[in-house]
Each structure stands twice: as C-alpha cells, then as structure tokens.
C-alpha cells in the first residue's frame, strides 16, 4: 500500500479564490492510500518545496500528488526536490487544478468539485504507480506511417520532405486507399468561393467579374 501526500497550491488567490483549497486537502484525507494533505500559498517556492521534503521524511511517503499548475510549468520542478528527499522521482504526480478549473470557472462550488475529481485520479493513478529508472537508448531516426491511405501517403511525404526515411504499411495490395476506387473527383463548390474569407476585396472583384459565381450560389 502507498503512503501517499497530498499538497495543495493556493497560487497567491490564483487557484485560491476561486478553488476551496482546504476542501480539496480534506478530501484528500478520505482517498486511499493518502496518509498526509495540506495545503500553502506557493508550493513551488523554496519554503514550498522544504515542506514537502519534511513530509516526506516524516511521513515516510511513498508517492506525491501536487495541486497546483501545468505539468509543464512545475512537474520537473517537484519531481527534482521529492528526489532530494529521497522519493523515486516518478511517483509525483500533478493535478492541474489551475489551468484546468480555476482559470476556467468562475463558480467556486463547480470548480472545487472538479479539483477533487482531478486530486482524485492523480491520487488513484500514484497508487498503481512503480518508481521508475530513466535511461538512455539508442534512436533510429526512421518513421513507420501505419496505413497507405491519402492521410498515410501525404504523412509520408511530409516526414520524407522533412528529411527522415519513412516506410508506409498497409494491408491491402495497394496503396491509395479510397481514392484509388474514384474515377473523377471535383473540387467542392465552397472551394471556389474561400477567397471570400481570405479577402473580402479579392472576392468582390472577382465576385464583379464573374456572373458564374452566381450560379454557383444557387
Ligand atoms: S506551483 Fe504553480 S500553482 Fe503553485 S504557486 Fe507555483 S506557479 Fe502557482
């Protein structure tokens, strides 16, 4: 069984005023596995991190969940300081309660109640979570589009044309996918009127010097 802390991000009043953090904490305490919750003004912030890194010697945690921000903000930044404290960086876990309610509700029922469903799963997955080992291994610089449909053939070309070698698997005879079935195709009549988006003026123009436009419209 895990032994799990939970650590809430107040952000200032960026999360706080709009998510009930200490809710969010306390129904942490109710989820399996969780031995420890609180929550605190800047989880990121040297103080911050120092708190974690007692709870996890304290508490002898075995795996992290942070409310708080993107992953893409602090995730590095937590999973180097539960190392330091002697936790396989691999068992943190964020539950952006941020971007993904704060930022984006202005109700503040609906926003805590969709932040314990975040702290939830992140808890639930820390829970199936094994520490990992990161390594290094060679990469082939190679590509395998799966499918030689229109969408796999153009993959194809475009990886080509980015300068990799590209194989394309496909599982009929031949490639081409439906339209290798079609004997005519046609541009749709809407495609002749995009200039209308692009230019209201080139539109016009040709809108004036062409009646046949006319008919298409009808
Ligand atoms: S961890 Fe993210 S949410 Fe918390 S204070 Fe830092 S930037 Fe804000």
């Given at each position: 069984?895990?032994?799990?802390?939970?650590?809430?991000?107040?952000?200032?009043?960026?999360?706080?005023?709009?998510v009930?953090?200490?809710k969010?904490?306390?129904?942490?305490?109710m989820?399996?596995?969780?031995?420890?919750?609180?929550?605190?003004?800047?989880?990121?912030?040297e103080a911050g991190?120092?708190l974690i890194?007692?709870?996890?010697?304290e508490k002898?945690?075995?795996?992290?969940?942070?409310?708080?921000?993107?992953?893409?903000?602090?995730?590095?930044?937590f999973?180097?300081?539960a190392?330091?404290?002697?936790?396989?960086p691999?068992?943190?876990?964020?539950a952006?309660?941020?971007?993904?309610?704060?930022w984006?509700?202005?109700?503040m029922?609906?926003?805590?109640?969709k932040?314990v469903?975040?702290m939830?799963?992140a808890?639930?997955?820390?829970?199936?979570?094994t520490p990992l080992k990161?390594?290094e291994?060679?990469?082939t610089?190679?590509?395998l589009?799966?499918?030689?449909?229109i969408?796999g053939?153009q993959t194809?070309?475009?990886?080509?044309?980015?300068?990799?070698?590209?194989?394309?698997?496909?599982?009929?005879?031949s490639?081409?996918?439906?339209?290798?079935q079609l004997?005519?195709?046609?541009?749709p009549?809407?495609?002749?009127?995009?200039?209308?988006?692009?230019?209201?003026?080139?539109?016009?123009?040709?809108?004036?010097r062409?009646?046949?436009?006319?008919a298409?419209?009808?």
């Open positions: 069984m895990q032994r799990i802390g939970v650590f809430v991000c107040h952000c200032g009043s960026n999360i706080a005023a709009t009930d953090v200490k969010v904490a306390e129904m942490a305490l989820e399996p596995g969780v031995v420890h919750a609180e929550d605190y003004q800047y989880m990121c912030s991190q120092a890194a007692k709870a996890i010697q002898q945690l075995t795996g992290l969940v942070v409310c708080s921000c993107s992953p893409r903000m602090h995730e590095t930044t999973r180097r300081a190392e330091r404290a002697g936790l396989n691999y068992m943190v876990e964020i952006n309660i941020r971007e993904h309610c704060s984006i509700h202005k109700d029922e609906e926003a805590t109640k932040a469903i975040l939830r799963a808890v639930a997955k820390v829970n199936l979570n990161a390594g291994s060679r990469v610089k190679r590509a589009v799966i499918g030689g449909g969408a053939i194809a070309l475009d990886i080509a044309e980015a300068g990799y070698k590209v194989d394309i698997v496909e599982k009929t005879p490639i081409g996918g439906r339209m290798s004997d005519k195709t046609s541009r009549k809407w495609w002749r009127l995009r200039p209308m988006k692009i230019s209201p003026s080139i539109h016009t123009a040709r809108w004036r062409s009646p046949a436009l006319w298409i419209l009808r």
